[in-house]
């Protein structure tokens, strides 16, 4: 894949009279950012009977620590300074496995930036994926390649396309990780698009490379890799149709533990159908990249609020099903880091990771495309502790 695109896109393009001009030719690819257009909404239904009441949030900060220290550290220089994405799933033999797209690797300066890219007088290598396993408290990085030449864990086809993570779930002893194949189709800097899902799965001892790809639904628009449910037998698969304004929630299910089942989809009259055609839209305000996870007898969802203009505000609803309806927002955070030309987007939960309540993790990233090397700070995931009652 090419590197010229620019993160400042999605706003550039959806505000009249602005023409998007990519800033660098090392710049990340742009990524699906709350809309820019205000979203009339009905008067917010009441929470769920079921559904837990937020209580508190805090910093996590065993894991914002882990994840600074780690980025600073230079004694290799394959590892991993900054990403977006921030999915995670156990695996067998009790690591944790964090899932990244777009993923900084390199060593850091002293004065917290990073080198230029390779091939443009420094050192820092950019992927599209990649992942990162924790154990005891450390972590290490994983890409394919060599260490001299890291390449991304889900290899892209060809120049014109390639893949970002979504959830993932482990199966048969595999880990089953959702992606989303994007591509170009023209020569301008923002002629790209969505183009497919898959499902890539990965031997735990082996996570540098897929041992299968498979193709998943992605006939009608739905990204199916927002979110990931096991729940009474089923394995539910949470998708976005992302119109800009608005994102809608779909959802599916799979009986059993693998998503190489049968799929079948909800629909509006709240039965299941074999047919992604008949898939409905849930609800609208979700994000690219949102959770839903049981919390005592009901089921939150957390996702960033597309209902407001480039929002900070993380909210949750909730349901007394895995597949809703969720009702009832409530606020849960407001990311201190929104202001200026930095945006946060796609919060979601770690309900497999340790912390003092359910983990949320957001991401942080910036228009300007020179920020992502001026402040490492600025491209990294941060992480919260939310409490219910």
Known sequence: MTRFRSALAPLAIALAGLTAVPQQAWAAPPKPVPSVVQQQQPPAAPKAACGPTVKATTTDARLTSLFTNYGNDNSRLDDWT???????VKLPNGKELWIFSDTFLGRVNTDGSRP???????????????FAVERDGKLSTI?????????????????NHW???GDATVAGG????????????GTGAWDWRWYRNVVARFAPGRLNAPVSVTDLPSGHGVAWASAILKDGGYTYVYGVEDLGSPKYMHVARVSGQSLL???????ADGTWSPNEADSARVMSGVA??????????????ITHDTTEVLSPNIVAYTSCSPFGPFTGKQHVYTTPETKGNIFTYNAHAHPEVAGNGLVISYNVNSFVNTDHYRDVTIYRPRFLDVTFQ
């Open 288 to 301: 690219n990249e949102y959770s839903v996870t049981k919390v005592g007898s009901g089921y939150v969802l």
């Open 261 to 267: 089942g049968t799929w079948e989809f909800l629909k």
């Open 116 to 130: 230029p890219v390779v091939g443009e007088g420094g050192d820092t290598v950019f992927l599209n994926n990649s």
């Open 82 to 88: 900054g990403a977006d994405g921030t999915y995670s």
């Open 163 to 165: 893949y970002w993570a």
């Open 174 to 185: 595999l880990v089953e990780v959702t992606y989303q194949e994007y591509e170009r189709y």
């Open 143 to 159: 890409h394919d390649g060599t260490a001299a030449a890291p390449t991304a864990v889900m290899p892209p086809r060809d120049q």
